[in-house]
């Protein structure tokens, strides 16, 4: 099983990122996958989670309105839509699989002038 984050970047306040997670070792349509972030000196929070078939999404208040989680289960990926973004989303964001715990290395999102 490997989750692989890629996308992340230095944005400045008010852009937009896109960041990807490619899923492989199991069957990927079949579950609810998560993206997580931990911003410098915090502990990791849940961004964002959406079912198996993807009809279904969640989001934290801080992100909500912003932030999009889609996925594509054709291509085992899933993706994080992040716009409007703001300082305070500078952080390290995961991709997770609930069901066996397991986590990508993280991609790192800096938003700074």
């Known amino acids: 099983v490997q989750l692989v984050e890629s996308g992340g970047g230095l944005v400045q306040p008010g852009g937009s990122l896109r960041l990807s997670c490619a899923a492989s070792g199991f069957t990927f349509s079949s579950y609810v996958m998560n993206w997580y972030r931990q911003g410098p000196g915090k502990e990791r929070e849940l961004v964002a989670s959406?079912?198996?078939?993807?009809?279904?999404?969640n989001y934290a208040d801080s992100v909500k309105g912003r932030f999009t989680i889609s996925r594509d289960n054709a291509k085992n990926m899933v993706y994080l839509q992040m716009n409007s973004l703001k300082p305070e989303d500078t952080a390290v964001y995961y991709c997770?699989?609930?069901?066996?715990?397991?986590w990508g290395k993280g991609t790192l999102v800096t938003v700074s002038s």
């Open positions: 959406i079912t198996g078939a993807g009809y279904a999404t």
């Open positions: 997770n699989w609930p069901y066996m715990n397991t």
